[in-house]
């Protein structure tokens, strides 16, 4: 399954993000591929807001990972952003307890998660951000998990 949107801007990249918080439940795995400046953390403050996070989102470029208390129709659920980018081994990722974070009662969104491959779930979403202007950003989504093609339907004037 793949899908893919143009976004002209960091607003419309945070908006696509926050669609795709609105459906997402425990146990989700969002995996954001991007380069540097791409808007991954863009995304995943929208992502963040959907899900109703009110603290403010930053990346976890140092600490490697924070943990969000977001509500849904009265029901707390966990947002746990991780930021692989200091990662240098593989081992690395579950030294840090990586495989520990994919609970029901959590989403998780991990930017830089190529180092962890291995130690990521396969019914995952990837969502990948790549520049292709200055501005104009292609986010493409993929899993090889069908049950996130019914989920994504918000896309479907969106996607080409």
Known sequence: MDYKVT???VEYTHEIGKQLGRCLQGGDVIALIGDLGAGKTAFAQGVGEGLGVASPMASPTFT??????????GTEIRLIHM????LRHPEEAEVIG???TFTEDAVCIIEWP???EDYLPDDRLTVGILGSGEMTRE???QSKDSGWEKRLDFLSG???
């Open 7 to 9: 976004s002209n801007s």
């Open 98 to 100: 990586i495989a520990d």
């Open 139 to 141: 986010i493409v989504f």
């Open 158 to 160: 969106e996607a080409e």
């Open 83 to 86: 930021d692989l980018y200091r």
């Open 114 to 116: 190529e180092i962890a």
């Open 64 to 73: 490697l990972i924070h943990e969000y208390k977001g509500q849904r129709d």
